[in-house]
């Protein structure tokens, strides 16, 4: 009995690839081999990345990351630059990479009040705004059918508070914009997962925000698959709880949960600043950029021990995540280096600006092997 328990058990660490092969070593050498089966990773490429100008960021996107997000190509202002103009050639370049390294492409962002080409802030008509919706929606997603796997539909639509943003899109039209977006994109995709997209959501009065949006959504007959969470987070902010709060409740809507927009900032925000509204920005000082040239190793060693406890997190709740997407590639590409106060120096991301992996990098990954061997040792028990 104890040889047959003894076969089980060798079976299972094969299984979970904890035993001493190449291909397992292989396997875990990356991010997107080390959650495979768990969730997709991905990264926010720039408009260089795409092009793959540095071989070397080229070469880090491709070993590390299975799911691409643009980090500002597909917005309006450059997509839709004029009304009767609409300009895909970096677009098109973003899928055609997407699709040779065989990843996840999720389209960024269709409705958003920000980044718009000048023209649509300048839309006061309701007929004319609902015009420009369906042409919008309709002839980006159209043209992507079948080649990108989601799309946010719209972006950041509420205030802190939940309430909806007065955007040019919500005064024009009222709060049926959002239905309207969301039944667009599904009539030009049928198939493809459609997102709602923004921050802070984890906190509770937006988090209700977003409950009441989805639910007025598909009461409405609009189709929605998925909440994006954005995670511009902080060291010891928002808590591990209300996260795993805002998991729950949003899994429970049916819908797939996304981690879209992942950093942690290490530095001090004004006025104790929480979101992410580009809109904003601050005076500079020396205080609010203690880290110019380097990032002390106790401040690494914290940021590895959040960046932990949060994967630990996803991992508990892998069943409902579908994916998780840093902002940015490595630190010196990251947009907190001038946000909220231009010029700074942060260190948000697994990699640094020399695309070399950061202590964050190795607590993560070794999260996995922990977990297996875990599993293994209550394996054992059991037999």
Known sequence: MKLINNSILLGFLFTLGICNSQNTKTAQASLKNNFKGDFYIGTAINASQIEEKDTKADALIRKEFNSITAENIMKSMFVHPEKDRYDFAMTD???AYGEKNKM???????????QLAPWMAKIKDSTEMKAFMKDHISTIVSKYKGRINSWDVVNEALNEDGTLRKSVFLNTLGENYLIDAFK???????????YYNDYNICEPKKREGVIKLVENIKTHGGKIDGVGIQG??????????????????????GLKVAFTELDVTVLPNPWDLQGADV?????????????????????????AERYASIFKL???????????TFWGVHDGQSWLNDWPIKGRTNYPLLFDSNLKPKKAYNSVMRLKELQNKELVKKHALKN
């Open 104 to 114: 996840f492409i999720h389209g960024h962002t269709l409705i958003w009040h920000s």
């Open 279 to 303: 809109n904003q920005n601050f005076e500079g000082s020396a205080e609010m950029n203690p880290y110019p040239k380097t990032l002390p190793d106790s401040i690494q060693t914290k940021l």
């Open 184 to 194: 667009l994109a599904a009539q030009a995709d049928p198939n493809v997962d459609l």
């Open 232 to 253: 511009h987070w902080r060291l010891d902010s928002p808590s591990l709880e209300e996260i795993e709060k805002s998991i729950l409740a949003y899994s429970k809507l």
């Open 314 to 324: 996803f991992l508990k709740h892998k069943d409902k995540i579908c994916r998780v």
């Open 93 to 95: 370049k973003f899928v």
